[in-house]
């Protein structure tokens, strides 16, 4: 039960599952693929976020920000509280409170939101 309400609250990773290796006989790629003549399997590798020196562009100006990484990068427009980028492939959006975000698409616009204190009667930004 404590596990479940650990998970919950994200305070403990998922538990990992390791597979027992076993002990079997190796053979050559040319032994497996005479035995499996049909399918031939091919490992493909995948560009992951290391495999790139990444530029960093800082969303806001706060002790905790948001971070753009990207291998490349445009500010495009920029108006009051919110700008327009062009980026390029395999950007993400990373910060310390959730996880890593993948951006999808070519421009990115990313604006401040403006709340009410009523303590203060100003419209002022919302920081996370």
Do not use: W
């Not at 650990?6 to 538990?15: E, R, S, V």
């Not at 971070?67 to 327009?84: F, H, I, P, S």
């Not at 975000?101 to 009523?118: C, D, G, R, T, V």
């Amino acid at each position: 039960m404590l596990r479940k309400i650990l998970n919950f609250f994200k305070i403990i990773k998922k538990p990992q599952v390791f597979l027992s290796l076993k002990e079997h006989e190796r053979i050559s790629v040319g032994e497996e693929c005479k035995v499996q003549q049909d399918i031939i399997l091919f490992k493909e590798e995948k560009n992951t976020v290391t495999d790139k020196e990444k530029k960093e562009y800082f969303l806001e100006r706060t002790g905790n920000p948001h971070v753009l990484k990207a291998v490349n990068y445009k500010v495009l427009d920029k108006r009051g509280t919110t700008e327009t980028l062009f980026i390029s492939e395999n950007s993400f959006i990373t910060h310390n409170e959730h996880e890593t975000l993948y951006i999808e698409s070519e421009y990115f616009i990313k604006y401040i939101q403006q709340e009410y204190n009523p303590i203060t009667q100003a419209i002022e930004n919302a920081y996370d």
